[in-house]
């Protein structure tokens, strides 16, 4: 079956720096877009970064600048270089897919969810 799996959370001081990954896993044909998402305790999940299989990229205002996302997609993996990290920052990471193509048809994923910690 068809899934992602995250990881490179941790807890990290301000001004630090975090990477994160997620590999999607399975029989896939094609990937459109793949990003991260977070959420903190008691807020909604925003979008953080997004990457189409072509390269363009998209960020929200609060991580400019500071966080790049990449991706290999041979490996079917993105990426989530976090650089001068702020307290909030502090979320639980997601990793999604829009849309992946699997035996099944065209379908949305997601993560299981990374905890990053930025605190001194």
């Known amino acids: 079956q068809v899934q992602l799996v995250e990881s490179g959370g941790g807890l990290v001081q301000p001004g630090g720096s975090l990477r994160l990954s997620c590999a999607a896993s399975?029989?896939?044909?094609?990937?459109?877009?793949m990003g991260w998402y977070r959420q903190a305790p008691g807020k909604q999940r925003e979008l953080v970064a997004t990457?189409?299989?072509?390269?363009?990229?998209n960020y929200v205002d609060s991580v400019k600048g500071r966080f790049t996302i990449s991706r290999d997609n041979a490996k079917n993996t993105v990426y989530l270089q976090m650089n001068s990290l702020k307290p909030e920052d502090t979320a639980v990471y997601y990793c999604?897919?829009?849309?992946?193509?699997?035996?099944?048809?065209?379908?949305?994923?997601w993560g299981q969810g990374t905890q990053v910690t930025v605190s001194s």
């Open positions: 999604n897919a829009d849309k992946i193509l699997g035996p099944a048809g065209w379908a949305d994923y």
């Open positions: 399975g029989r896939i044909f094609s990937i459109k877009t």
């Open positions: 990457i189409h299989a072509g390269g363009t990229t």
